[in-house]
Nanobody, 126 residues
Framework: QLQLVESGGGLVQSGGSLTLSCEAP????????IGWFRQATGKEREGLSC????????VYADSVKGRFTITKNNAKNAAYLQIDNLKPDDAAVYYC???????????????????WGRGTQVTVSS
């Protein structure tokens, strides 16, 4: 069973940057597309970005374009989400998810994914 582990969250000042990592210890992510999501307290889970298994095609939610960058490094068996110019509204638990299937139209939907991590908390101080 594929298990995903997110890391890199923490407390960051508004305007700062952060890079979140998504790994799968003991499991090869080569054939998996990765999605990043976040969920703030009292809100629904929001799709942020997704990347095809080979790191070729990427999709971003309109709300994060220009500030978020997704990458997948198959040599390191990991995926990353870089967040620049952090804002207080970015505070949330961030999750990565994996699936063998790719659809640029569907990959921002939580229901598209079979495997999920437990999340990493991002807190932004103003």
């Amino acid at each position: 069973q594929l298990q995903l582990v997110e890391s890199g969250g923490g407390l960051v000042q508004s305007g700062g940057s952060l890079t979140l990592s998504c790994e799968a210890p003991g499991f090869n992510l080569y054939d998996y597309a990765i999605g990043w999501f976040r969920q703030a307290t009292g809100k629904e889970r929001e799709g942020l970005s997704c990347v095809q298994a080979n790191d070729f095609s990427k999709v971003y939610a309109d709300s994060v374009k220009g500030r978020f960058t997704i990458t997948k490094n198959n040599a390191k068996n990991a995926a990353y989400l870089q967040i620049d110019n952090l804002k207080p509204d970015d505070a949330a638990v961030y999750y990565c998810a994996a699936t063998r299937f790719w659809s640029s139209e569907a990959c921002l939907r939580p229901s598209w994914y079979e495997y999920w991590g437990r999340g990493t908390q991002v807190t932004v101080s103003s």
